[in-house]
């Protein structure tokens, strides 16, 4: 059984170019999370899914984020017109959530995005 | 609006003793988790342990226990015989769970190092 993945593991890019990330959920979880880290801070919430469906999305998340999970499997995070301050560890999760809640989140190893 | 404390940016603690990671934490939510995990130089978020706020009974997991005192809104993470594997980054988390999902507000964690 694999765990949540991440592609690229790093990105390095230039002010003003797009980025985007990818996340491979375990398969079968039916909720894909995505939050922002940056260096000596918790890991911020972004937004989520349930299946292809995204239900919240943080202030966080300026007009030049967007989050798609087609189909309800992988996920993509993109940023149009990278600013340095986006430069921070991007972190996927998902979880299995079946009727009552499920509290636990299964993490990926991250994508650290560098803007310079 | 959640708030989560830690104050202790570091903590250092001898093989196989006993380390008190602190949290505090401020919710106007009468219904809420409380979550620890644990983020090793990989950057790979880990689970530990989970509290609900209405479990009479601090949570435990193996060598893990979530020292909870709701009216000191405190939710400490106590590792028992502690091992050179335990040095990481801890992250203390809260979230309501009355919405539809647990969507963690994690604090700016302690970074433990266990020395032999």
């Known amino acids: 059984d694999t765990g949540v993945s991440q592609n690229p593991r790093h990105k390095i890019t230039k002010r003003g170019q797009n980025v985007t990330f990818r996340c491979d959920p375990i398969?079968?979880?039916?909720?894909l999370y995505w939050y922002r880290q940056t260096l000596g801070q918790g890991p911020e919430f972004l937004t989520y899914?349930?299946?292809?469906?995204?239900?919240?999305k943080s202030r966080l998340l300026s007009d030049r984020f967007s989050a798609e999970r087609p189909k309800g499997s992988f996920s993509t995070l993109e940023i149009q017109r990278t600013e340095q301050g986006d430069s921070a560890m991007y972190l996927c999760a998902s979880s299995l959530t079946i009727g009552a809640l499920s509290y636990e989140q299964y993490f990926g190893p991250g994508t650290r995005l560098t803007v310079t | 609006a959640q708030k989560i404390t830690q104050t202790q940016p570091g903590m250092f603690v001898q093989e196989k003793e006993a380390v008190t990671l602190d949290c505090t934490y401020d919710t106007s939510d009468q219904s809420y988790g409380l979550f620890w995990y644990k983020q090793p130089s990989s950057g790979e978020m880990i689970f530990l342990i989970y509290q609900g706020s209405y479990d009479e009974q601090n949570a435990t997991e193996g060598r893990y226990s979530l020292n909870f005192q709701k009216a000191r809104k405190s939710a400490n993470l106590v590792i028992s015989a502690s091992q050179l594997g335990d040095s990481a980054m801890y992250f203390c988390a809260m979230s309501p769970s009355s919405g539809g999902s647990y969507i963690p507000t994690f604090g700016r964690g302690t970074s433990l190092i266990v020395h032999p």
């Open positions: 899914f349930q299946n292809e469906a995204q239900l919240e």
């Open positions: 398969s079968e979880h039916n909720r």
